[in-house]
């Protein structure tokens, strides 16, 4: 089993600055991307972010490039999103995911999520 451990949510003030980090662990897994996603109070799971595990390429959603950047550190097995520029829209539940194939934007691509970690902008 592959476990996923995100810290780094919290609250944060309009135009301020988070950074989630997760780590994964666990068996012997074949990372393609990992990535990001949000969800917000009565929304669908949207794609924020994600990054070849390999060659390193990242990917953004329209909304947050320019203000979100993600990052990994392979010899720990972790990825990071640093958030700057928040804005109350960018509240939602956000989770780490692993996918051990291609389609980063899709959700159903990845096969492990961590459990989740609470970001809330306030005006």
């Known amino acids: 089993q592959v476990q996923l451990v995100e810290s780094g949510g919290g609250l944060a003030q309009a135009g301020g600055s988070l950074r989630l980090s997760c780590a994964a662990s666990g068996r012997s897994f074949s990372v393609y991307h990992m990535g990001w996603f949000r969800q917000a109070a009565g929304n669908e799971r949207e794609f924020v972010a994600a990054?070849?595990?390999?060659?390193?390429?990242?990917y953004y959603a329209e909304s947050v490039k320019g203000r979100f950047t993600i990052s990994r550190e392979r010899a720990k097995n972790t990825v990071y999103l640093q958030m700057n520029s928040l804005k109350v829209e960018d509240t939602a539940v956000y989770y780490c995911?692993?996918?051990?194939?291609?389609?980063?934007?899709?959700?159903?691509?990845?096969?492990?999520w961590g459990q989740g970690t609470q970001i809330t902008v306030s005006s």
């Open positions: 990054i070849r595990w390999s060659g390193g390429n990242t």
């Open positions: 995911g692993l996918s051990e194939r291609g389609s980063y934007w899709y959700s159903g691509a990845y096969g492990y």
